[in-house]
């Protein structure tokens, strides 16, 4: 996987002046003039702002693939689902640098179509923002209260979602780089915001839970947020039912190596500490790897276990 260390992307295409201007129900998205000559003939189509963030690639890889150091549709879709998840990665482009030759006749069911269910009542919200590098965020539907996990852009499709399907208790925020739009979601919800003390800076200042040390948090009986300093240093992940870790960018699945990996080149703190927290997190059991930026990863808890024990030995040799 390719991680971006330059915080400068291209600038966003979607009007942020104002918070009522982010609940606009725009549609906004790639310009023809610009489309890469490497995509693949037909409607759908990557153009050159492309920040190479991986998003659509992995959310509809039999269409979009990595051509040089930009994405490209690879293959044009041919069936409904291929399409739909298509148009689910159009609409999750951090950059709007996805687009359609023909004025799209199925924006309105793709936008109906997020979040997305991952497994049981966790989801995955869409809608990336720029301003967290394209990091996706994640919504976990339960009767106690539902939690947002790090923040998607702020807009009207997503958050009329969210208020059918109850609403936000929690915005837990895994660290500083992916917090978005959270006074947005704060302001509209009402949400606690969650963050470690050593993450809080101007932006994140009113924040209204913060966490502090290394001692896990058991937020409520489902909920455990733990630290894991390293790629920053107040860096935590939460896991929920004992089944599903959300680890920002502690921890992802990597298609080179072909297992669980940390980011070397996106280490910002301490890589020898990433590595004591990722040996303590070895410690917990779960079946779900759901990363911010990187792959997502899924098995039984046994080969979970392997692939921790994999990640450290690739980690101790760096």
């Not at 640098?97 to 995955?124: C, E, L, M, R």
């Not at 001692?215 to 909920?223: A, K, R, S, T």
């Not at 699945?253 to 927290?277: D, M, T, V």
Request: proline content about 6%.
């Amino acid at each position: 996987m390719f991680y971006h260390t330059d915080p400068i992307y291209p600038s966003s295409r979607y009007d942020r002046t104002t918070p009522s201007s982010w609940l606009q129900p725009r549609f906004t998205m790639a310009r023809l003039a610009e489309r890469r000559p490497q995509n693949t003939d037909g409607d759908i189509y990557v153009d050159n702002s492309c920040i190479d963030c991986d998003t659509c690639r992995w959310m509809a890889p039999t269409v979009y693939g990595r051509v040089g150091d930009q994405s490209a549709v690879t293959h044009q879709p041919v069936s409904e689902a291929e399409r739909l998840a298509a148009m689910q990665a159009l609409l999750a482009c951090p950059t709007a640098s996805i687009g359609t030759v023909k004025p799209p006749q199925d924006v309105k069911a793709v936008q109906a179509s997020f979040p997305i269910a991952i497994a049981d009542s966790v989801y995955h919200c869409g809608y990336h923002s720029e301003q967290s590098y394209g990091a996706a965020s994640y919504f976990i539907q339960r009767p106690e209260g539902n939690v947002l996990v790090d923040s998607p852009r702020f807009t009207a499709p997503l958050v009329k979602r969210l208020e059918e399907m109850g609403g936000v208790r929690y915005l837990y925020l895994t660290h500083r780089d992916d917090v978005a739009d959270h006074q947005a979601f704060h302001d509209h919800f009402g949400c606690d915001r969650i963050l470690h003390r050593d993450e809080i800076n101007s932006g994140t200042a009113s924040v209204e839970i913060k966490l502090e040390g290394l001692d896990p948090v058991q937020l409520e009986p489902d909920l455990l947020i733990i630290p894991v300093p390293g790629h920053t240093r107040g860096h935590t992940v939460l896991l929920y039912q004992d089944q599903f870790l959300f680890t920002g960018d502690h921890l992802a699945w990597s298609e080179s190596l072909q297992h669980l990996y940390a980011f070397r080149s996106a280490c910002w703190y301490s890589w020898s500490e990433l590595l004591k927290s990722m040996k303590r997190l070895s410690h917990h059991s779960f079946e779900w790897v759901l990363p911010g930026h990187g792959r997502r990863f899924w098995s039984d808890r046994t080969t979970m276990q392997q692939q921790m024990r994999l990640c450290i030995e690739w980690m101790e040799k760096q």
